[in-house]
């Protein structure tokens, strides 16, 4: 007589969605978390503009430098902390992004020189680029294949909440409040340590951490219906499944994939648009709108950030109702509308 599926043991069902709401939940807040260190620069802009002294040395042109140095190591940062989270689970990584962007953003406000700057911007770039990479491979141990294109299409939400209400809430404390835009780096990094806290409190790597099966196990039933491939689940095909491997060569490896060139060269000429709006939103407004405070020019970008929470959700639905779990085919029906959106950005938004 064959035991039934863990899948539909009761004694496991119940703890296992707990934990997955709970990891669901702590790594959606985790990742939006980041927004408020990311954002602060981007705030913080519109007061050092105006700042008759520092806007000398810290003009548009150094500041956008400054953004070029923060993107690229957080492009570098991507190659290595997927490796790493891979390696020694995602808590570590984690946890140290997040203490490590809280105290650069801090002395960010404390030492707006140009000279402190300069490594404070790539060691946040680095931090920030833990966040992706470690909250989606949490994800990966606690949800299946067959259901993360639902699942990350609510999940992946996460960045365009924390671009939606990081930027308000901090020009808000900093214009409105105290008016000073040192502020918004000192708030951005106190929400922060307190999102690392909840992470500390609140998150474990995977199911086997807390008494459960893994995933796989979990939902052997996507076997049977074909959605993955029949998994060797003996002790003795799992003590060989997954050699060692250096983290050089499993990133050759992975590099070696036709489909993860593609995507990253796809996700490449997409992060210029993003960044436009995420790094310069305030800036943008401010010029384009000449009457507009401090605080209004926070607030307006929050339509892009409207939009980022719904068409996550939309277009995962799409890929899995419509095309069948297929992610390339919703990829670039959305490609196609930024495009024109693009196309439509200038003219509309010219003053008179």
Known sequence: MTSPPVGSDPSIIAPYRRWR??????????????????????V????????PVLSVSLNSRVLGQLDALYLTAYALGQFVWGQVADRYGPRVVLLG????????????????????????????GLAQSTGWASTLDNMAQ???????????????????????????????VAYSVFDSWRVAF?????????????VLVFQRNRPTDVGLPPIEVFHADEESSGIIAPL???????????????WWSTLVTTLREPM??????????????????????PVIVAERLPDASNLEA???PIAFGVAGILAPILFGRISDKVFKARRVPATVLSLVILVAALALFVPLTATR
């Open 186 to 198: 000192f708030s951005g990094a106190a929400v922060v340590l307190a999102v690392l806290l909840g």
């Open 142 to 172: 606690f949800f299946s294949i067959g259901e993360r294109g639902r699942v990350l299409g609510f999940w992946s939400t996460n960045y365009a909440f924390g671009g939606l209400v990081a930027a308000p809430v901090l020009g808000w």
């Open 21 to 42: 709401i709970r990891i669901f939940a702590i790594t959606w807040i985790a990742y939006a978390g980041f927004y408020f260190t990311r954002q602060s620069f981007s």
């Open 298 to 300: 926070t607030l307006i």
């Open 232 to 246: 060797d689940h003996t002790p003795e095909a799992e003590a060989i499944a997954e050699p060692t491997r250096s």
């Open 97 to 124: 992004g997040l203490a490590i962007s809280a105290v650069a953003t801090l002395f960010m406000g404390l030492l707006p020189a140009l000279v402190f700057l300069i490594p404070l911007m790539i060691v946040q």
């Open 260 to 281: 993860v060139r593609s995507l990253g060269a796809a996700y490449f000429l997409l992060k210029p648009a993003r960044y436009a709006i995420l790094l310069w939103g």
């Open 44 to 51: 913080a802009k519109l007061g050092i503009l105006d700042d």
